[in-house]
């Protein structure tokens, strides 16, 4: 038992390496102001610190460090931490880091149940260091971080930051995070997650950034259950105007909850582009939450690859590529056996500046859109200049229900060109539904073309296909090739318009069906 700044410590002044220490026990308690520690103020490296415990091992408000200090050369040495519990709580902290040319060393943690409370474990390379920061490695059954507690190696001068590992049964974030950042000018560590439940909450990260020229480090998250929410994140971020590149985000689950602003994403503020975001899981359920990429910079956004059985978006949960500026914004490619997307549920990309618009891809079984559910790639503003991206979608059967807003849709608001539209599929329907591309500012800027290839093609109760244009550019070309086409009702309809008041041309309609039926009014 240490408290009341009970110190145990090993120091190394020359070109010597300090001894280790070592501590076997049945539980180790350090109270208020106690450490242990190791360091080194010349070329000699630190020396190692091991604890190992049969029972629990409690810091807190107290620290096991190992430092490298400045104007140092020699290494930080390593931490090992072993016991059957471990709690670090109160401002206590377990950490090594470098101020010097030497590196930190590595922090490798391993007990079955691991809680961390306002506390603290971290390999860092302090600012006016050369050196790297060290790995953090964490294993056990369950790992619990609450009220701001954190598991991170960061680098904050020309160093690397180091990989972060942690491998339990049960990951619970609360407020906490687990990070790897590059705050200066060298790269971000990895940090790899495996886990059999993994739950983030009240804002909680799993997250890699560079705010320089380095290269962030990829996030991967294995898991059979993953969850996420109160705008929790997992990400990997290019920050301040930096011209690196941010790091790949992977996230595979058998069942992935995505809820209440929460997200998953990779986003550029600099020169560099954003990271890909790669989701597969057996079940996504985006609700109120989001997988996105976005680019706020002149770097372009990343691609957003998703892969599952059954994709549900509900409750103004959506799939986002976004540009606010030069930079272009990212493809989206989806692949699932089911999609539904409901309750204010979108798939978009978007461009609110001269950056271009992302392509949509979506390659399934079965879609279903609800009435506020919507596919769509448009300008989201009459300032931008970006083209929208074009929209492709194959799929056994498609059903889009009433809705006041058009269900897939490419449009711009100014100068650019709307993307086109392309759909195949087994079967089509559209009950008071629309598919429609639009030019929607009334001085320049093209709509898009709508393609569709089908066996059966249903425009009942309203449902319609339509290009437009405000402007005097050409509305965009229909074509339709179905084996059986019905249009049923007055307001249903095929339709290419220019409402122009200057004049110009609408788009062509060429439709090929051997079974074309217009009923009650449908044109």
Excluded at 35 to 47: L, P
Excluded at 401 to 419: L, Q, R
Aim: charged content about 15%; hydrophobic content about 40%.
């Amino acid at each position: 038992t240490m408290d009341r700044s009970g110190l145990m410590v090993s120091s190394a002044y020359g070109s010597a390496a300090t001894g280790s220490i070592t501590i076997d026990a049945t539980t180790v308690s350090m109270g208020t102001g106690a450490a242990i520690e190791s360091s080194t103020f010349g070329s000699g490296d630190a020396g190692n610190i091991v604890v190992r415990a049969t029972g629990d091992i409690a810091i807190s408000n107290a620290r096991i460090a190992s430092e490298a200090e400045i104007g140092s050369s020699g290494n930080a040495g390593a931490i090992e931490i072993d016991a059957a519990r471990l709690a670090v709580f109160n401002g206590g902290e377990i950490a090594v880091s470098t101020f010097g040319s030497g590196d930190a060393g590595l922090i490798d943690i391993s007990a079955p149940q691991i809680g961390l409370d306002q506390g603290r474990i971290a390999s860092e390379a302090e600012v006016g260091s050369t050196g790297d920061a060290g790995a953090v490695i964490v294993s056990g059954t369950l790992l619990r971080l609450t009220r701001d507690s954190i598991i991170t190696s960061s680098g904050f001068g020309p160093g690397t930051a180091g990989a972060v590992g942690v491998e339990v049964a049960t990951l619970t974030l609360d407020d906490s995070a687990i990070t790897s950042a590059a705050s200066g000018t060298g790269d971000g560590g990895d940090i790899a997650v495996r886990a059999g439940l993994v739950t983030l909450t009240n804002g909680s990260t799993i997250a890699t950034s560079t705010l320089g020229p380095g290269i962030g480090g990829d996030v991967a998250v294995d898991a059979t259950t993953v969850a996420l929410s109160q705008g929790s994140m997992i990400s990997s971020d290019l920050l301040g105007g930096g011209a690196g590149f941010a790091g790949t985000v992977t996230v595979r689950a058998t069942t992935l909850t995505v809820a209440s602003q929460a997200e998953i994403s990779s986003a550029t503020v600099g020169t560099g582009d954003a990271g890909i975001v790669t989701v597969a899981a057996r079940n996504i359920t985006l609700d109120g939450g989001l997988i996105n990429t976005s680019t706020y910079g002149t770097g372009a956004a990343g691609l957003v690859d998703l892969d599952a059985d059954t994709l549900t978006i509900i409750n103004d949960g959506s799939i986002v590529s976004a540009t606010t500026a030069s930079g272009a914004a990212g493809v989206i490619d989806v692949r699932a056996k089911t999609i539904r997307l409901g309750s204010l549920g979108l798939i978009q990309s978007t461009t609110s500046a001269s950056g271009n618009a992302g392509n949509i891809l979506i390659n399934a079984t079965d879609i279903r859109l609800d009435p506020t559910g919507r596919i769509l790639s448009s300008q989201a503003n009459a300032q931008a200049t970006g083209n929208a991206g074009s929209i492709s979608i194959t799929t056994g059967t498609l059903f889009a229900a009433p809705a006041s807003k058009a269900a897939i849709s490419t449009s711009i608001f100014s100068t650019g060109t709307a993307g086109e539209i392309g759909i195949t599929a087994r079967s089509i329907t559209l009950d008071g539904a629309e598919i429609a591309s639009a030019a929607n500012g009334t001085v320049s800027g093209t709509s898009g073309s709508i393609a569709i290839v089908a066996d059966t093609l249903n425009l009942i109760n309203g449902g319609s296909i339509e290009t437009s244009s405000l402007s005097p550019g050409p509305a965009g070309a229909i074509s339709i090739d179905a084996a059986q086409l019905i249009v049923q009702g007055t307001a249903s309809r095929i339709a290419s318009e220019n409402r122009s008041q200057r004049g110009g041309p609408a788009g062509s309609i060429d439709v090929e069906s051997a079974d074309l039926r217009l009923l009650d009014g449908g044109s």
